[in-house]
């Protein structure tokens, strides 16, 4: 058994990079810094289908919380990334999921060269290196771009300079990108952020509202029932934008 699980976990995969700040690392069912270690169904592992690159550059299994090791200083539960990988491995063949999302951070910080955006090209990189092939970028960030008029003035050309320096390091400049759209946030610039991330255009970037999705006594993250949702919201998006026909697996 452990030998066939290895054998799955070498495999080629179809690789999506989770990115972003904390509610794409997950915060569903955390509370007091304890995350309360409840999984949806809709969230559960797939041992034979779905992995996460390590933060050790390995595959593994994947399971909640999928950002564990990486967004290590805070407490992750339940993203959208698991959700995500369930609604579409019936259509896209073995996955490889590769978490990179940090709490707190703001767009500034996974500029070219900086550390989060160094560190998220070299693990996008070990995944091609490990028989991998990129398929998308889900990206969620924004909140801590809401706490100033600078932040919010200037969002959206640092997000389309990010997106321009992912797909030209990684050699894929039709990478596709699907970011959401903020649902929180200082309400003072939210809105200015959530045109922003609504207004970028450009080829093979989609955006998806996280709006409306139910958030924690916090007001500020996901609860874990959103996320859920959001990750169908994702993989809605997917399959309706990106995912070639050929791909689909043909059921037993």
């Not at 179809?14 to 794409?24: D, E, K, P, T, Y």
């Not at 060269?113 to 398929?135: D, F, P, S």
């Not at 050699?171 to 922003?196: C, F, M, N, T, W």
Request: overall charge negative.
């Amino acid at each position: 058994m452990a030998s066939t699980l290895e054998n799955e976990a070498n495999s080629s995969k179809n690789v999506f990079i989770l990115s972003g700040q904390s509610n794409m690392a997950g915060r569903g069912g955390v509370e007091k810094h304890h995350w309360d270690g409840v999984v949806p169904n809709e969230c559960s592992p797939d041992a034979s289908r779905i992995f996460r690159l390590s933060t050790h550059l390995h595959w593994e299994v994947a399971r909640e919380p999928l950002h564990h090791d990486i967004d290590s200083k805070k407490t992750c539960g339940v993203g959208p990334g698991m959700s995500f990988a369930n609604a579409i491995k019936d259509r896209v063949e073995a996955i490889g999921l590769v978490p990179c999302a940090v709490g707190g951070t703001a767009i500034k910080e996974w500029a070219h060269g900086e550390h989060l955006y160094v560190n998220m090209v070299k693990r996008a990189r070990a995944a091609m290196h490990h028989g991998g092939e990129i398929k998308a970028l889900l990206w969620y960030q924004g909140e801590s771009d809401t706490l100033s008029q600078h932040c919010a003035d200037t969002y959206k050309a640092n997000m389309e300079k990010l997106i321009h320096n992912v797909r030209a390091d990684l050699h894929l400049p039709s990478l596709p990108i699907i970011q959401v759209a903020i649902a929180s946030g200082d309400e003072k610039y939210v809105e200015k952020i959530r045109e922003a991330q609504k207004a970028i255009d450009l080829p093979n970037v989609v955006c998806v509202d996280a709006m409306g999705l139910q958030l924690k006594e916090d007001n500020l993250h996901l609860t874990t029932e959103a996320q859920v949702k959001l990750g169908q919201m994702l993989a809605d998006a997917y399959l309706t934008h990106f995912a070639p026909q050929e791909l689909c697996v043909a059921s037993s």
